[in-house]
Nanobody, 119 residues
Framework: QVHLDESGGGFAQTGGSLRLSCAAS????????MGWFRQAPGKEREFVAT????????SYADSVLGRFTISRDNNKRTVYLQMNNLKPEDTGVYYC????????????WGQGTQVTVSS
């Protein structure tokens, strides 16, 4: 069975921190690059961060660089997004996604977890 299960969303004040988790089934975790996206109300979904499985390389959107960190725990088949120094503009639904490293297409998506940052 293929699945991505996010958790860890919630409320934070400006300057606060949250950590999102994404537990992946073995079929996905061992063969796919993992990424995080977010969608704010009334806006399109946007890229946040990605972790390339083979190269162990990370990349970030400019808006979160230096504040967010993506990491993987191979023993737990889980990807994390540590979010520090949160801003109101970080508010949105955060989605975990798995990218086929050959086709570069995000084939699998989680259900999303809400993050709300108050000013």
């Amino acid at each position: 069975q293929v699945h991505l299960d996010e958790s860890g969303g919630g409320f934070a004040q400006t300057g606060g921190s949250l950590r999102l988790s994404c537990a992946a089934s073995e079929r996905i975790y061992n063969f796919y690059d993992m990424g995080w996206f977010r969608q704010a109300p009334g806006k399109e979904r946007e890229f946040v961060a990605t972790f390339e499985f083979g190269a162990s390389r990370t990349s970030y959107a400019d808006s979160v660089l230096g504040r967010f960190t993506i990491s993987r725990d191979n023993n737990k088949r889980t990807v994390y997004l540590q979010m520090n120094n949160l801003k109101p503009e970080d508010t949105g639904v955060y989605y975990c996604a798995a990218k086929n490293s050959a086709t570069k297409v995000y084939d699998y998506w989680g259900q999303g977890t809400q993050v709300t940052v108050s000013s």
